[in-house]
């Protein structure tokens, strides 16, 4: 089975731009997560996506925004960037039937450097 | 809201020598599980713990998980260089799993 893939892997914004990046799950999963990782505050809970809904949401500010497609490929949304988005974004896909959560296996992340 | 505390935040370790990262939850969990992230690289899972007190094993990792089911921990024993990375605990209640901040390991050859 095919891994978890993000896209883009590395990219280098501008304040005040947004941004796009992309998962496809493991083949099956329907529930994709997104995290946001920093040296200073770890692994920080965006929000998870199952069957096109968002089913739990992390506290963050609205600019932050995602969503998921029918085939529970997942987007997720940065717009009017600030210095302080700039992180290792990773996201996660579960077999998460009802409940859950399940293990999470993640992407490689996509490095975002907001300048 | 639901928080879960990690220590040490950084193991340096001697090559052969054992070491037990701990996890503490202010709340009760449903289940605990442990990651791996080796430099430059993405977490990867390793194991879950669902029953109180529940002990499970792999080859030279042993993960405990507390009878309160409040705090779980991770003993790696002879420790060797391919140790090296981040372990994180996440902790699952009412369907939202909450990371601790991570345990980096550093091994001493």
């Known amino acids: 089975k095919a891994g978890v893939t993000q896209t883009p892997r590395y990219l280098i914004k501008t304040r005040g731009q947004q941004v796009t990046l992309s998962c496809s799950p493991i083949?099956?999963?329907?529930?994709v997560s997104w995290y946001q990782q920093t040296p200073g505050q770890g692994l920080q809970f965006l929000f998870e996506?199952?069957?096109?809904?968002?089913?739990n949401k992390g506290n963050f500010p609205g600019r932050f925004s995602g969503r998921q497609f029918s085939n529970s490929r997942s987007e997720m949304n940065v717009s009017t960037l600030e210095l302080g988005d700039s992180a290792f974004y990773l996201c996660?896909?579960?077999?998460?039937?009802?409940?859950?959560?399940?293990?999470?296996?993640f992407g490689p992340g996509t490095r975002l450097t907001v300048t | 809201g639901q928080q879960v505390m990690q220590i040490p935040q950084y193991q340096h370790v001697q090559e052969g020598e054992d070491f037990t990262t701990y996890c503490n939850s202010s709340t009760t969990l449903s289940n605990i599980q442990w990651y791996k992230q080796r430099p430059g690289g993405h977490p990867v899972f390793l194991i879950q713990l669902v029953k109180s007190g529940e002990v499970k094993k792999q080859k030279r990792l042993t993960f405990q998980f507390g009878e309160a089911k409040k705090n779980s921990s991770l003993h790696i024993t002879a420790t060797q260089t391919t140790d090296v990375g981040t372990y994180f605990c996440?902790?699952?209640?009412?369907?939202?799993?909450?990371f601790g901040a991570g345990t980096t390991v550093t091994v001493r050859a």
């Open positions: 996506y199952f069957s096109e809904t968002q089913r």
């Open positions: 996660a896909s579960s077999s998460s039937l009802a409940g859950g959560p399940y293990e999470q296996y």
């Open positions: 083949s099956g999963h329907r529930s």
């Open positions: 996440a902790g699952s209640r009412d369907y939202k799993l909450s």
